[in-house]
């Protein structure tokens, strides 16, 4: 399995992916202050929601490509057939995904916190909850990624999944800035729920698909 995840890693840096996370995530973070306009105080409010919203989409840019490829080549049909749980690879695909989004997201939400004008203090919360969400995300990319596999215009679909389940995230992680250690506890346990349950899901969904 570590194999699988370090397979995973290395397909998305050498294809770019990491990159493109990297990028999309600036833009999204530079594009945001030319339509709020100049005001520093609205600005600061509004730059840990517009962090966050990043992060989500960023997760979700990928998601076509984190168990379509390996379902239409075989390559869970061959993990299957020699015994692999699919749960425990589910479980590794989201931690290749997590390794492969979440570094270059935390890195640039550091430079995009500097844009809007965050404070140490809510820069570290900022980190902190990304730190604590990101992995709930990784999780809900894979078991949406599974479960659109195969479907004709899965990126649109996958958006429509995985969006509306994501938005207990999107809320806690925006409002820990205000709400402090309280609000990455309601983030940490809601990304743990996802944790826990995103490895079954997907695991059924990639057994319909390989059937």
Known sequence: MIALVLRDVRRSYAGGGATLTLGFFLLVAILFPFAIGPDARLL???GGGVIWAAALLAALLPVER????DLETGVLDQMAVRGYS??????????GHWLAFAPPVMGAALLSAALFGLDSAATVTVLAGLAIGTPGLAALAVATGALTA????????AGLVLLPLAIPL????AGAIEGGAG???LLGAVSLVLL????????????????
């Open 86 to 95: 699919l749960p425990v690879v589910a479980a590794a695909k989201m931690a």
């Open 170 to 173: 999107l809320i806690f992680g």
């Open 44 to 46: 600061a409010r509004v």
């Open 66 to 69: 984190l168990i379509a490829p």
């Open 150 to 157: 195969g479907l004709r215009g899965a990126g649109a679909v």
């Open 183 to 185: 609000g990455l506890k």
């Open 196 to 211: 826990a349950g995103a490895p079954f899901v997907s695991a059924a969904a990639m057994r319909i698909g390989m059937e």
